[in-house]
């Protein structure tokens, strides 16, 4: 028959606990031997481990804003008012027509965009965001004092990378508020 001796629990701990306590004290005190040197070949590893990983990140083409253009096409825009209000009278002529827009889409999926338009809206600055593929921002004019007129702009922005692509819609209006123009856009990056 075959015995099976049991250590008590406590018994165990101890010789653990004293196991433990030597290899640990092993490593402090050998700085120049066997334990410090295989923790400098770990690091040495991990550092160029990391170099490695640096180097080949400068390596690759860093994402660059993207410039994309195109023109609008102006049209009088329609304006809905209660019947109970004053006659608005939205001046058919003048402003209509086609027109330039530019925009440069930040680097990554989100962020800041920026732009200038120019045509029959009149010389104008492109201020939005753009998120989760929806453009949005405000079209002001370029000077101070100018006929141009201010706008909002809302729109989308399809494909990856050099590849992207913005349309959407723009609605703008005259500095006395009375003349209301709509314009459509679509604007890609310049072929290379």
Do not use: H, W
């Not at 490593?27 to 990391?50: I, L, M, V």
């Not at 329609?78 to 889409?105: C, I, M, Q, W, Y």
């Not at 593929?133 to 729109?155: Q, W």
Request: charged fraction near 20%; hydrophobic fraction near 40%; include cysteine.
């Amino acid at each position: 028959m075959k015995r099976t001796l049991l250590a008590p629990a406590s018994a165990l701990v101890a010789v653990l606990s004293l196991g433990l306590t030597l290899t640990v004290g092993c490593d402090k005190k050998d700085s120049g031997g066997a334990g410090a040197t295989a923790s400098s070949a770990k690091g040495s590893a991990a550092a160029g481990g990391a170099s490695a990983s640096a180097s080949a990140a400068a390596s690759a083409k860093p994402a660059a804003p993207l410039e994309v253009t195109g023109s609008y096409e102006s049209k009088a825009g329609e304006v809905r008012t209660p019947k109970d209000a004053p006659t608005f009278s939205n001046v058919a002529t003048g402003a209509t027509g086609k027109g330039e827009l530019t925009l440069v889409l930040p680097a990554e999926d989100e962020g800041a965009v920026t732009g200038k338009a120019s045509g029959p809206l009149g010389a104008q600055l492109f201020s939005g965001r753009l998120e989760e593929g929806r453009l949005t921002g405000t079209l002001s004019p370029a000077e101070k004092g100018s006929d141009a007129m201010t706008g909002t702009v809302l729109g989308t922005v399809s494909g990856k990378g050099d590849a992207r692509t913005a349309e959407g819609a723009i609605r703008a209006s005259g500095p006395d508020g009375r003349v209301v123009r709509d314009a459509t856009f679509k604007l890609e990056a310049a072929k290379k």
